[in-house]
């Protein structure tokens, strides 16, 4: 494929991008009206034109009901997708909004949307326009947050998410590029405001591209790097995968599913590689726990307080049963040093206040 970031994409680029998908019995195309994802339904409808039997394609759009052109900008998605032939159909975020926090509120609704679009046109898969600036600034969002490697791996191109499985075919590709396609093909779209708007955080970190850019770390090189990050992340996966097995096969660590708790022999955990014992105290707490993913920074203060154990013996700071060296609860689950033996089982349901 072509290097040039702003040549329009061909139909052989097309061909090569979508070729995962050929067959698949139907696709669901998120389109919201803007250019990025406008490209995305204009270009598979001409791939999906080069076939006489391929996958159905339905376009949807979400409108969250916090802009006042956004009925307006449907309309248009929708007039577009008749155009190209293709089904189109606008969903709706009802109900009341957040105070705070409403770009990562509107992103969980628009993909639980999308999932139960993508059940009800019998799709495999929900087709994103992620760009390479898009994962660019993902990234750069995530690194400001401290994130580990998983996180800085920033978006993987096929996830699964709500129950269905997100690809996004356009993630090694630059926005102007799509821009471009969209020109040659004299197709309107729309301006989104909101993505100027600097009450937001990933409209502050585009402002800064064009200054990391001046000093190298333009979005090809940012999404470099989190394609590298990425490979890592996959090879420490692979690591945590042949450590949770010898601690198993050892008999040092096992899945009691009778009982319902993973339980680890301490040295043996101790003598892994810190990253290693991290993802397993992870996999094991959020298999267990039943209040959400653990964050990674409680995640790395109940290690550390593992380790101390592991060398300094119990350290009596509260009520604990006799024997236990450490007994802690994270995410819903109960994580406990006793007798030479770390266990993580789920936790008792936290008692609701007396009135």
Known sequence: ????????????????????????????????????????????????????????????????????????????????????????????????????????????????????????????????????????????MRLLRGSGITGLAAMKRVTAREGAILARPLLDISKARLIATLDKAKIAYADDPTNRDTAFTRPRLRALLPALAAEGGDARALARLATRLARADAAVEVLTDGAERYLAVTGRGALQAERNVMAFDAAAFAALPEEIRLRLLMRAVNRFGHEGPAELGKLETLLAELDRSFTEGPRRTGPKPAGVDLKQTLAGALVSLKTGQIRIEPAPARRKPAR
């Open 1 to 140: 494929m072509s290097e040039d970031d702003d040549s329009p994409i061909s139909a052989q680029d097309a061909k090569r991008l979508f070729a995962d998908w050929r067959e698949a019995p139907a696709l669901v195309l998120a389109v919201s009206g803007g250019p990025d994802s406008i490209a995305l339904m204009w270009l598979m409808a001409r791939w999906r034109r080069a076939f006489s039997r391929g996958p159905k394609l339905v376009a949807v759009t979400v409108d969250h009901g916090l802009r006042p052109e956004a009925a307006r900008e449907a309309r248009e998605v929708k007039r577009l997708a008749q155009a190209l032939e293709l089904p189109h159909r606008t969903l709706h975020w009802r109900g009341e909004k957040p105070k705070s926090g409403v770009p990562a509120a509107a992103r969980e609704a628009r993909y639980r949307l999308l999932a139960q679009a993508a059940r009800s046109a019998g799709a495999s898969h929900i087709l994103t326009a992620h760009t390479r600036d898009d994962q660019a600034e993902t990234l750069l």
